[in-house]
């Protein structure tokens, strides 16, 4: 089975960074699209950032130049840099990945696997 173990999140300050973390089991790692989403407190999944099996990024348009998608195949390791947080990006952020190489979009639909999320809190 294909496991996702966010980590990383917490309580921060407005302006501050912080980084999440995914490490993936149960599947071949460095093959695969990965991706990371996001789901405030009544509102819906929204996509973040999506990194292909060859280190191709892609933003949601608005975070672009504040997030930093990355990924270590050595560790299967999937992170998320945030940079100048605002209170608007509190959130649950989830990890998830695609059994296909190159990623389809950022939409929900368009990834298979899914972890359990962290909670990221701006003040």
């Known amino acids: 089975d294909v496991q996702l173990v966010e980590s990383g999140g917490g309580s921060v300050q407005a302006g501050g960074p912080l980084r999440l973390s995914c490490v993936a089991s149960?599947?071949?790692?460095?093959?695969?699209?990965m991706g990371w989403f996001r789901q405030a407190p009544g509102q819906g999944r929204e996509g973040v950032a999506s990194?292909?099996?060859?280190?191709?990024?892609d933003y949601a348009g608005s975070l672009k130049g504040r997030f930093i998608i990355s990924k270590d195949n050595a560790k299967k390791t999937l992170y998320l840099q945030m940079n100048s947080l605002k209170p608007e990006d509190t959130a649950m952020y989830f990890c998830?990945?695609?059994?296909?190489?190159?990623?389809?979009?950022?939409?929900?639909?368009?990834?298979?696997?899914w972890g359990q999320g962290t909670q990221v809190t701006v003040s």
């Open positions: 998830a990945a695609d059994g296909v190489r190159y990623c389809r979009g950022l939409s929900i639909s368009d990834f298979a696997y």
């Open positions: 990194i292909d099996f060859d280190g191709k990024t």
């Open positions: 149960g599947y071949t790692y460095r093959r695969h699209c």
